[in-house]
């Protein structure tokens, strides 16, 4: 069966310092894969997905990044955090084989609080 | 404009209860696929159900109903004898070809079942 991994599940990280949130997907290849973030209170917003190595799509123009260096590994980053990059993010994963319009599935989640 | 609209922001009940939770969805599209995720306090998001948009069968699972009517584009969701592992935010979602088959969310309805 499929699983998805996110770490840390909670970071505490000062304004203006690095970022680097972590995701893999175990069970499959070649899957589709999305960050997502959710304010405070708010539903998700789709920041970044790939539908390989190497390719990555913006939806959110931001001071984040994304990378997909291995085929199941997805990271989030930024050079600077800002306050508002506060949320809880989530990875999620879908199959990439039957197409976009499958289901994704999501991991755990990521609590970033920035001060 | 906002795709998904769950117009329920808060439901609460008392165990045994039913409870239903109403999506409203906007697309163009005459092939398109509907979701429900359920958020638990924990916050990862559970997926719940998938539907395309040809396929105007209710479902049954469990506790679980959902009755899609595209005649309203609604796709409303009941809990029947809620119990208080129901308590989490629902979201409702919808995935369509002119928009890439990228997930949009409606906001969330957060249940709360008291014991």
């Known amino acids: 069966s499929q699983t998805i991994h996110q770490w840390p599940a909670t970071l505490v990280q000062p304004v203006g310092s690095p970022l680097s949130l972590e995701c893999t997907v175990e069970?499959?290849?070649?899957?589709?894969l999305y960050w997502y973030r959710q304010a405070a209170g708010r539903g998700l917003q789709l920041l970044f997905y790939s539908v390989g190595i190497g390719q990555i799509s913006s939806e959110v123009p931001q001071n984040l990044s994304a990378s997909r260096p291995q085929d199941r590994q997805f990271i989030l980053s930024s050079k600077k955090l800002l306050l508002s990059d506060s949320g809880f993010y989530l990875c999620?994963?879908?199959?990439?084989?039957?197409?976009?319009?499958?289901?994704?599935?999501f991991g755990p989640g990521t609590r970033l609080l920035v001060l | 404009a906002q795709k998904v609209t769950q117009a329920q922001t808060e439901i609460s009940v008392v165990e045994k209860e039913d409870v239903t939770l109403d999506c409203v969805y906007e697309t163009r599209d005459t092939t398109y696929y509907l979701f429900w995720y359920k958020q638990p306090p924990s916050g990862e998001l559970v997926f719940l159900i998938r539907r395309n948009s040809f396929d105007e069968q209710n479902e049954i699972s469990g506790r679980y109903s959902w009755n899609f009517q595209k005649s309203t584009s609604s796709f409303n969701f009941t809990i029947t004898a809620s119990q208080v592992v129901d308590s989490a935010v629902y979201f409702c979602a919808l995935s369509e070809g002119s928009n890439d088959y990228k997930l949009s969310f409606g906001a969330g309805t957060t249940v709360t079942v008291r014991a």
């Open positions: 069970g499959t290849s070649n899957p589709n």
């Open positions: 999620a994963w879908g199959p990439r084989d039957r197409g976009r319009q499958e289901t994704q599935y």
